[in-house]
């Protein structure tokens, strides 16, 4: 390409300015420039400050949920202020603001959850009536269910700020993505990764997606180039899922697909808020037609589900 970014007209990256963020724009960047043997100087990293960034003091759902995390990124990348955005995928919409197309995703990291206490303990390690703090709906959901006993309690912030309410005393236990310890060399951190078949996880969770504009072909080019088309096939049928659901990243819904071979597989569920009840759904298919399983199995939850279910939705 006769286009490239160079020091003088670097391509802008645009990101949340958490260090996970940051970590995975620079994951991206370092793609990049192996891919097109580009300098560093070739990018600017651009921190975007987010309505979920600035809010830290009420629940997410209580603050509108979809888009919280992305909105004045997207904004950014509409006015041309950036060249593409990097997201947690388990963070973004469904449906995109009209211009704009998500098709890169980076080879995907562990997507189980970690669930952490100071001294390593299990979730069955806690004693009756523990609390457990987390600001996620779904893993509030799956834990009542499982732990009905557990006293469960907003929580929000980065890693360093979790766990200083745990050594003060705010609760016993908390989550976080293996990813997003894995991503930041949080080696030394005290946890027990959740096996699926125990804690199935957020939707896209450890995915790292990259969004750019969708008639801007440079950019095509460029990213088609780091795109790890087995996380794709699984984002189609775990995004399909969700959106078929009308979900968000804060709706009680879980869901994993995975690949063996030629075949995906895929697991789901919707929970209840209060966690008194689950529905789960599973199913296979050819690797390619992880779209249509997700929708299936999508429509077939909503024909399960007795009155009064959805009542969570937005």
């Known amino acids: 390409m006769s286009d490239m970014p160079t020091a003088d007209h670097p391509l802008r990256i645009g990101t949340r300015g958490s260090p996970l963020a940051l970590a995975q724009a620079h994951e991206t960047r370092d793609r990049l420039m192996a891919a097109w043997d580009l300098p560093e100087d070739a990018f600017a990293i651009d921190v975007i400050k987010t309505t979920g960034d600035r809010v830290q003091d009420r629940p997410l759902s209580e603050i509108g949920g979809k888009g919280l995390f992305t909105r004045e990124i997207e904004e950014a990348l509409l006015a041309g202020e950036i060249d593409m955005a990097v997201h947690s995928m388990k963070d973004m919409p469904t449906l995109q603001p009209g211009g704009l197309s998500i098709d890169t995703f980076l080879p995907r990291e562990d997507m189980r959850d970690a669930f952490i206490t100071l001294d390593g303990r299990g979730i069955?390690?806690?004693?009756?009536?523990?609390?457990?703090?987390?600001?996620?709906?779904?893993?509030?959901?799956?834990?009542?269910?499982?732990?009905?006993?557990?006293?469960?309690?907003e929580f929000r912030g980065n890693l360093q700020t979790r766990m200083a309410k745990l050594r003060d005393g705010?609760?016993?236990?908390?989550?976080?993505?293996?990813?997003?310890?894995?991503?930041?060399?949080?080696?030394?951190?005290?946890?027990?990764?959740?096996?699926?078949?125990?804690?199935?996880?957020?939707?896209?969770?450890?995915?790292?997606?990259?969004?750019?504009?969708?008639?801007?072909?440079?950019?095509?080019?460029?990213?088609a180039a780091i795109h790890d088309r087995d996380t794709g096939l699984r984002l189609a049928c775990e995004r399909t899922f969700l959106k078929t659901l009308d979900g968000s990243c804060e709706t009680p819904i879980a869901g994993l697909a995975e690949l063996d071979g030629d075949t995906l597989k895929f697991r789901g569920e919707i929970l209840r808020p209060d966690g008194s009840d689950v529905l789960t759904v599973s199913g296979d298919c050819p690797a390619g037609d992880g779209a249509a399983l997700g929708e299936r199995l999508g429509l077939e939850l909503l024909d399960r589900a007795p009155e009064g279910f959805f009542d969570w939705r937005s």
């Not at 990764?193 to 950019?219: F, H, K, N, T, Y």
């Open 124 to 153: 069955d390690g806690l004693g009756q009536g523990a609390v457990v703090g987390t600001s996620s709906l779904r893993r509030r959901a799956q834990l009542a269910h499982r732990r009905p006993d557990l006293k469960l309690v």
């Open 170 to 223: 705010v609760a016993d236990a908390t989550f976080l993505a293996m990813a997003g310890l894995n991503r930041l060399g949080m080696a030394d951190v005290p946890r027990r990764a959740m096996d699926p078949s125990d804690m199935l996880p957020a939707i896209a969770q450890g995915a790292i997606g990259i969004e750019r504009r969708a008639g801007d072909a440079r950019m095509g080019r460029m990213l």
